[in-house]
């Protein structure tokens, strides 16, 4: 067996998000976030579940920390819930949901683990929301005072932050889909909430350096690699659309200081402008320390007329494998996705924050045989090992998730973690591909055949 040896300070974690796995959603004085209400309005998520109780995480952190010292990772990745810190967004500070997060960044150094922290993935303020939410600009201003609180108190023993988690989900599922909370279908609104998510990411980073704190700052963007179905033009128009539409519309603005033009040019015909104030590019693309990249799956798209989305077409080959999400499994668009951001935005350290699949696993016997993940894993760490070996600077690697949560509008249907979760009782069990990912830790290597 050939072995593939990582850099030496290569980090190998896994990530998990507030509301996710926290449950405890009223407790310790939490305000509410728009995910409670959501998740408690009937028919937004499958069977009606929700993260009142979730995976215990915010009475269970210690064990839960047990386990990733026994899985060995080097560091984990998690969000705050925002409401925790200010049940109204704004004002008051509730002492205890950060003691929450206080002990739990203390706990992890203890066990050698090093926190990420991530400060928005997702569950806003409802007392937010219902003066607009993101689409309202006020938001960015008390999202800086909220970030401000965090570095005063994390700031010189957390050395890695990530503003935003996949502002484009937040945007678009949020706001114009409508599959996320806050549920709402308006397109030109949901442009705003970017727009607005990004000036935000730009703030809290300008404050992050006049703080003069130590560690880095970042943003993590969902990214896929775009291919088109065929040569012909209309296949390739329609892929270059789709590219603007999912990777540029975040990238450009963060890297470049501006929209993709041909998108942009669409949408004002479209919904006219949006607000976008002087200054806010500047401020958007100021500088980073690393790349946040979430990779799934690739796109693979032709020109379809009857497209609802700008003859966007998004075909699924029937060769291919799929996760439970029915998402192509396609590690070589890894591979391809790093080093096109390498060539064309950035030669900043890159980290995949996020990448992993979901299959519907079973426990026999307290045991799970969880093999096609490992197979993901492996081919996904092999196009990590690639890019390395071209001269990307890949420094960590994230797997979704530490255990099975909720997965938003799918609820507990579908099963991410490297850890199982039997939800009645609340038991983890670590299945199959958490102890090979312990022994990829521990060598620093992945075999091959
Ligand atoms: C990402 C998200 C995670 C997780 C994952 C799997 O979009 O950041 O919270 O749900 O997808 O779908």
């Not at 935000?200 to 969902?222: A, C, M, P, Q, Y």
């Not at 500047?282 to 690739?298: A, K």
């Not at 996020?354 to 894993?377: H, K, P, S, T, W």
Request: proline share 3%.
């Amino acid at each position: 067996m050939t072995k593939l040896q990582f850099p030496l300070d290569f980090v190998w974690g896994s990530a998990t998000s507030s509301y996710q796995i926290e449950g405890a959603y009223d407790e310790d004085g939490k305000g509410e976030s728009i995910w409670d209400i959501f998740s408690h309005t009937l028919g937004k998520i499958n069977n009606n579940d929700t993260g009142d109780v979730a995976c215990d995480h915010y009475h269970r952190y210690k064990e839960d920390i047990e386990l990733m010292k026994e899985i060995g990772l080097d560091s984990y990745r998690f969000s705050i819930s925002w409401p925790r810190i200010l049940p109204n967004g704004k004002g008051e500070i509730n002492q205890k949901g950060l003691n929450f997060y206080k002990e739990l960044v203390d706990q992890l150094l203890e066990a050698g683990i090093e926190p990420v922290i991530t400060l928005y993935h997702w569950d806003l303020p409802q007392a937010l929301q219902e003066e607009g939410g993101w689409a309202n600009r006020d938001t960015i201003k008390y999202f800086v005072k909220y970030a401000e609180v965090l570095f005063d108190e994390l700031g010189a023993k957390v050395s890695q932050w990530i503003t935003h988690n996949e502002p484009w989900v937040v945007s678009f599922l949020g706001y114009a889909e409508g599959e996320h909370a806050p549920g709402i279908k308006d397109r030109k609104q949901a442009l705003q909430v970017a727009h607005n998510l990004l000036v935000s990411h730009g703030l809290v980073v300008k404050k992050f350096r006049e703080l003069d704190l130590t560690g880095d700052i970042g943003i993590t963007l969902n990214l896929t690699s775009v291919y088109s179905y065929s040569e012909t033009d209309k296949d390739q128009e329609a892929a270059q659309l789709m590219e603007e539409y999912i990777n540029g519309w975040f990238l450009d603005p963060v890297f470049k200081g501006s929209y993709p033009k041909k998108l942009a040019q669409i949408y004002e015909n479209q919904f006219g402008k949006i607000d976008i104030q002087a200054g806010d590019m500047d401020l958007i693309s100021q500088e980073i320390d690393f790349l946040g990249i979430n990779y799934y799956s690739r796109a693979l798209i032709n020109y379809n007329p009857n497209s609802k989305f700008y003859g966007i077409e998004s075909i699924k080959p029937a060769e291919s494998d799929y996760t439970a999400m029915n998402w192509e499994i396609y590690p070589d668009g890894l591979y391809d996705l790093l080093t096109k951001l390498n060539q064309e935005y950035t030669n900043k350290p890159l980290y995949i924050t996020e990448n992993g699949a979901a299959f519907d696993d079973q426990i026999i016997a307290g045991q799970v045989n969880d093999q096609r993940r490992i197979n993901y894993l492996k081919e996904h760490f092999k196009s990590v090992y690639r890019a390395i070996q071209d001269g990307v600077p890949v420094r960590g690697y994230y797997v979704w998730s530490l255990m099975d949560n909720f997965e938003w509008a799918y609820g507990y249907s579908k099963r991410f973690g490297l850890i199982y979760v039997d939800y009645n009782t609340q038991k983890r069990t670590l299945k199959d591909s958490a102890y090979w990912y312990q022994q990829v830790i521990e060598e620093n290597s992945i075999g091959i055949d």
